[in-house]
């Protein structure tokens, strides 16, 4: 499959054995939908509705022409994740952090005075900007998570 022409910002569905990689394509800002369980024909069927790129690293789902489709070789999140920015271009459309990386919505900037009864006494002390997820509630700062996502997408990213 060739990278897209046109200037459109790509989406994905990953397979149930890319959960990793479809998080981390969400860090990046990359619209992908990722479900645990789903059935192949499932998959397809969304792939063509949404106009979304499966990405699996099952050799009979690629082989099937019905849907675009990319094979992903590498068992690493880091090579699968360096196969896609280079196939795509991903690079420039990186928005990091903009998408909730449990359920793909877009994020939303939330006060703290809204949240203060969710967060732990160290995260009102020393962080103050924070994004929600009006879909699945959860509540994102700037802590050791991010930065441990961060670190590894830097490293990812060096090379391009």
């Known amino acids: ?6 200037n459109h910002l790509p989406k994905f569905i990953a397979d149930c054995h890319l ?7 969400r860090v990046m800002g990359i619209d992908t939908l990722f479900f645990p369980h ?7 069927v969304i792939a063509n509705n949404e106009n ?3 990405l699996t690293r099952d ?7 019905n849907a675009p489709v990319l094979f992903l070789a590498s068992k690493e999140t880091d090579a699968q994740l360096k ?9 420039e459309y990186l928005a990091p952090f903009r998408r909730c990386i449990v359920c793909n919505t877009p994020l939303k900037v939330i006060e703290k005075e809204h949240i203060l009864d969710r967060l732990p006494e160290k995260v009102i002390k020393h962080f103050n900007y924070f994004e929600y997820c009006s ?10 998570h ?4 961060m670190e590894f997408l830097e490293q990812v990213l060096k090379e391009f």
Do not use: F
Not at 19 to 25: C, D, E, I, Q, T
Not at 38 to 44: F, G, M
Not at 135 to 144: H, I, L, P, S
């Open 59 to 65: 050799r009979t789902l690629s082989q099937r022409k």
């Open 83 to 91: 196969t896609l920015i280079k196939h795509y271009g991903l690079k």
């Open 19 to 25: 959960g990793k990689l479809a998080k981390y394509l």
């Open 38 to 44: 789903i059935e192949d024909d499932a998959l397809i």
């Open 146 to 149: 991010y930065r441990h996502m």
């Open 52 to 54: 979304r790129t499966i």
């Open 135 to 144: 879909t699945c509630d959860k509540v994102y700062w700037q802590g050791d």
């Open 1 to 6: 499959m060739k990278p897209p022409k046109n």
